[in-house]
Nanobody, 118 residues
């Protein structure tokens, strides 16, 4: 049974940073593309970015480009989302998902809340 668990969310002031973690249990993370998503209250879920199987290819949403970095350590079965220069509009529940390719995610975490105050 594959399970994905996010952690690292919290409350920060605008301009602050957070590092979210995504750990995969039950399978080898190196087999999967890993995507990060977020959903703000009253809004649809949107992509933050994803990292390819090798870790070489990364793609980020325009809204966060330059402020986020996704990295992975397959030996630790972990992917991180480093977020800097956070803004109040970044407030959302952040989710990690894994799958065979971008756009095809089979397992999702429960989400971790990020709150940015002005």
């Amino acid at each position: 049974q594959v399970q994905v668990v996010e952690s690292g969310g919290g409350s920060v002031q605008a301009g602050g940073s957070l590092r979210l973690s995504c750990i995969c249990f039950g399978d080898t993370l190196s087999n999967f593309v890993v995507g990060w998503f977020r959903q703000a209250p009253g809004k649809e879920r949107e992509s933050v970015g994803f990292i390819g199987v090798s870790g070489i290819f990364k793609s980020y949403a325009d809204s966060m480009k330059g402020r986020v970095t996704i990295s992975r350590d397959d030996a630790a079965n972990t992917v991180w989302l480093q977020m800097n220069s956070l803004k109040p509009e970044d407030t959302a529940v952040y989710y990690c998902a894994i799958g065979p390719r971008n756009g095809e995610y089979d397992w999702w975490g429960q989400g971790t809340q990020v709150t940015v105050s002005s």
